[in-house]
C-alpha cells in the first residue's frame, strides 16, 4: 500500500499561483509514478500532470502546459504541482495520484492509489 498526503491548494485571483504538494509514504518504489488528477464540479475526473519518479520525465495535459509545473524530491518522496498564472477553468479538486506505470497516469488512469484530493479555486 501506497500513502498520499496532499497539502497547498486555496483561493487564489486568476493570474495567481498556487502550489501542491503530495508526500508519499509505504510500500513506494522507484519505478513508479506520480501525478495529479483534477475534477471540477459537474464534470468528469481530468489527468492534469504525471512524473517518471526513475528519471523525472515529466507530462502534461495540453491546457496547462506552459505554466504548471510538476517536480519530485526523492530523498522526500514528495511531489510538486507549482501552478501559475491560473485561470477559473483550473478550479477544482486536485487529487495526487501514484501508480506502478506512469503511462497509467497519463493515459487518464485510474490510478492505482490516491490522495484525499485539495480544492483549488480561482476567482475572476
Known amino acids: 500500500q501506497v500513502q498520499l498526503v496532499e497539502s497547498g491548494g486555496g483561493l487564489v485571483e486568476v493570474g495567481g499561483s498556487l502550489r501542491l504538494s503530495c508526500a508519499a509514504s509505504?510500500?513506494?518504489?522507484?519505478?513508479?509514478?506520480m501525478g495529479w488528477f483534477r475534477q471540477a464540479p459537474g464534470k468528469s475526473r481530468e489527468y492534469v500532470a504525471a512524473?517518471?519518479?526513475?528519471?523525472?520525465?515529466?507530462y502534461y495535459v495540453d491546457s496547462v502546459k506552459g505554466r504548471f509545473t510538476i517536480s519530485r524530491d526523492v530523498a522526500k518522496n514528495t511531489v510538486t504541482l507549482q501552478m501559475n498564472s491560473l485561470k477559473p477553468e483550473d478550479t477544482a479538486v486536485y487529487y495526487c495520484?501514484?501508480?506502478?506505470?506512469?503511462?497509467?497516469?497519463?493515459?487518464?488512469?485510474?490510478?492505482?492509489?490516491w490522495g484525499q484530493g485539495t480544492q483549488v479555486t480561482v476567482s475572476s
Open positions: 512524473i517518471n519518479w526513475s528519471d523525472g520525465a515529466t
Open positions: 495520484v501514484a501508480d506502478r506505470l506512469v503511462t497509467s497516469i497519463v493515459g487518464g488512469g485510474p490510478a492505482d492509489y
Open positions: 509505504g510500500r513506494f518504489f522507484s519505478s513508479y509514478g
